[in-house]
């Protein structure tokens, strides 16, 4: 789901969603990635960096990568 396509308003609500869902420093653990090229396996832990303009939720992951979970594409679920 591009969430750059959507209504203003109605990307705007997500936005504000996902930001207060996913502050910075905030522990998440990836649950599925959609990236043929990523190095980073189902389970890992990361600590979010931001979330930007496009939805994509930005990780540091305890592997090293940088890599940002996109919106509607990847999941992560918040470490309790």
Same mark, same amino acid.
């Given at each position: 789901?591009?969430?750059?396509?959507?209504?203003?308003?109605?990307?705007?609500? #997500? @936005? !504000?969603?996902?930001? =207060?869902? &996913?502050? +910075?420093?905030? $522990?998440? #653990? @990836? !649950?599925?990635?959609? =990236?043929? &090229?990523? +190095?980073?396996? $189902?389970?890992?832990?990361?600590?979010?960096?931001?979330?930007?303009?496009?939805?994509? $939720?930005?990780?540091?992951?305890?592997?090293?990568?940088?890599?940002?979970?996109?919106?509607?594409?990847?999941?992560?679920?918040?470490?309790?």
């Amino acid at each position: 789901m591009d969430i750059m396509r959507m209504k203003k308003e109605d990307r705007g609500r #997500i @936005l !504000k969603e996902l930001r =207060d869902k &996913y502050k +910075k420093g905030t $522990i998440v #653990i @990836l !649950k599925k990635m959609d =990236d043929p &090229y990523s +190095k980073i396996p $189902i389970g890992t832990e990361g600590v979010v960096s931001s979330v930007d303009d496009a939805g994509t $939720i930005h990780v540091r992951w305890k592997n090293g990568s940088n890599l940002g979970v996109v919106y509607g594409e990847d999941l992560v679920s918040i470490k309790e």
